[in-house]
């Protein structure tokens, strides 16, 4: 069955998801019924194309790598120029992607592309942690009156199922606490601070070559980053509807000493960035900060730039899954998570 895709952001996510269109081809047809039909793209830098008809996805993906825009892509009936509202307005779309860059102090643009495209009848699956944080009660309670589907697997730990492993696998189970490592970045940094002795500036020097940290990396080191997934777990998950400003505490990993890591060592102890949230009197409890953990915790073993959650659950004990934080297909696979699972339901 054919899906109509509408995709606002092109860059590494958006270019990631379509390479699996791509690839996947033959077995999303065999084993899903799932034809997509790609109708427009707009990206703040590379322009916007608009395409009922549908646009060829391979011939597409070869011209933006090439070219790197989207404007001039060759196709017949083609409507170029558009901004993304306009291009949400003009399209004739069931599902929306939303990947472009995010925005947590005001959750813009994308949620107007979320808002527009809920009000044109469109389903939406974003990574986009802005909305997410500021926004999900008022963006879902629209979703429902517009009766479109709203899901967001790949806004917390990218293509590891969070979500998916909440609704289905522990479905039953009150999830009373979440802890865990949310930012690969850091985690990175503390790696390598403890294993190869390595001091502070020298591993986020690493961090910033290798591409994990960006030349302003406060949003990872001081835990905003973090703190954005905690408020999207604390709200999701457990009910809440807190926002940034609501956190009990944000402390990040600029304040941590190679003398810290060794003496956390020598105790047996490992630091991790950890962000936690629980409800406790029917209030949320929701901090980002560095812990020493014993090294007996399944966080303390993850290493690198990988993310892992623990779930305090009811039935099942504690549940710990890791997997990678970011990445071009792990988030494109994290998209295709949700278009699958609305194609299934719409």
């Given at each position: 069955?054919?899906?109509?895709?509408?995709?606002?952001?092109?860059?590494?996510?958006?270019?990631?998801?379509?390479?699996?269109?791509?690839?996947?081809?033959?077995?999303?047809?065999?084993?899903?019924?799932?034809?997509?039909?790609?109708?427009?793209?707009?990206?703040?830098?590379?322009?916007?194309?608009?395409?009922?008809?549908?646009?060829?996805?391979?011939?597409?993906?070869?011209?933006?790598?090439?070219?790197?825009?989207?404007?001039?892509?060759?196709?017949?009936?083609?409507?170029?120029?558009?901004?993304?509202?306009?291009?949400?307005?003009?399209?004739?779309?069931?599902?929306?992607?939303?990947?472009?860059?995010?925005?947590?102090?005001?959750?813009?643009?994308?949620?107007?592309?979320?808002?527009?495209?809920?009000?044109?009848?469109?389903?939406?699956?974003?990574?986009?942690?802005?909305?997410?944080?500021?926004?999900?009660?008022?963006?879902?309670?629209?979703?429902?009156?517009?009766?479109?589907?709203?899901?967001?697997?790949?806004?917390?730990?990218?293509?590891?199922?969070?979500?998916?492993?909440?609704?289905?696998?522990?479905?039953?189970?009150?999830?009373?606490?979440?802890?865990?490592?949310?930012?690969?970045?850091?985690?990175?940094?503390?790696?390598?601070?403890?294993?190869?002795?390595?001091?502070?500036?020298?591993?986020?020097?690493?961090?910033?070559?290798?591409?994990?940290?960006?030349?302003?990396?406060?949003?990872?080191?001081?835990?905003?980053?973090?703190?954005?997934?905690?408020?999207?777990?604390?709200?999701?998950?457990?009910?809440?509807?807190?926002?940034?400003?609501?956190?009990?505490?944000?402390?990040?990993?600029?304040?941590?000493?190679?003398?810290?890591?060794?003496?956390?060592?020598?105790?047996?102890?490992?630091?991790?960035?950890?962000?936690?949230?629980?409800?406790?009197?029917?209030?949320?409890?929701?901090?980002?900060?560095?812990?020493?953990?014993?090294?007996?915790?399944?966080?303390?073993?993850?290493?690198?730039?990988?993310?892992?959650?623990?779930?305090?659950?009811?039935?099942?004990?504690?549940?710990?899954?890791?997997?990678?934080?970011?990445?071009?297909?792990?988030?494109?696979?994290?998209?295709?998570?949700?278009?699958l699972n609305m194609h299934k339901e719409m």
């Open positions: 069955m054919q899906r109509r895709i509408v995709l606002i952001g092109c860059g590494v996510v958006g270019q990631g998801f379509l390479e699996i269109l791509v690839r996947k081809k033959e077995m999303l047809e065999r084993e899903f019924s799932f034809e997509p039909v790609l109708v427009g793209v707009a990206d703040m830098m590379k322009g916007s194309i608009l395409v009922n008809e549908g646009i060829d996805i391979p011939g597409f993906m070869v011209h933006v790598k090439a070219k790197g825009t989207v404007h001039d892509f060759p196709a017949e009936g083609a409507i170029v120029g558009l901004n993304s509202l306009d291009l949400l307005e003009q399209a004739e779309a069931d599902i929306m992607v939303e990947v472009t860059y995010t925005d947590i102090k005001t959750g813009e643009p994308a949620t107007s592309h979320i808002r527009k495209a809920f009000e044109r009848g469109m389903c939406v699956a974003t990574t986009n942690k802005g909305p997410m944080a500021l926004h999900f009660r008022d963006l879902s309670k629209l979703a429902e009156a517009k009766n479109v589907l709203f899901r967001y697997e790949g806004v917390v730990m990218s293509g590891t199922p969070i979500f998916d492993l909440l609704e289905y696998c522990l479905a039953g189970n009150e999830i009373q606490e979440i802890k865990g490592i949310l930012n690969g970045t850091t985690n990175f940094m503390l790696t390598k601070m403890e294993e190869e002795n390595m001091s502070y500036p020298d591993a986020l020097a690493l961090a910033q070559k290798l591409g994990y940290a960006e030349a302003d990396p406060t949003a990872d080191v001081e835990g905003f980053d973090a703190l954005a997934k905690v408020v999207i777990l604390s709200n999701v998950v457990l009910g809440g509807n807190i926002s940034p400003a609501d956190a009990q505490e944000r402390v990040g990993i600029s304040g941590i000493t190679i003398e810290d890591i060794r003496k956390a060592k020598a105790e047996e102890m490992r630091y991790k960035l950890i962000g936690s949230a629980r409800k406790e009197h029917g209030k949320i409890i929701a901090s980002v900060r560095p812990e020493k953990l014993p090294l007996s915790d399944p966080l303390a073993g993850v290493g690198g730039a990988v993310n892992a959650l623990t779930f305090k659950t009811d039935l099942s004990g504690p549940i710990t899954i890791q997997g990678s934080g970011a990445g071009k297909l792990e988030t494109g696979f994290a998209i295709l998570i949700d278009v």
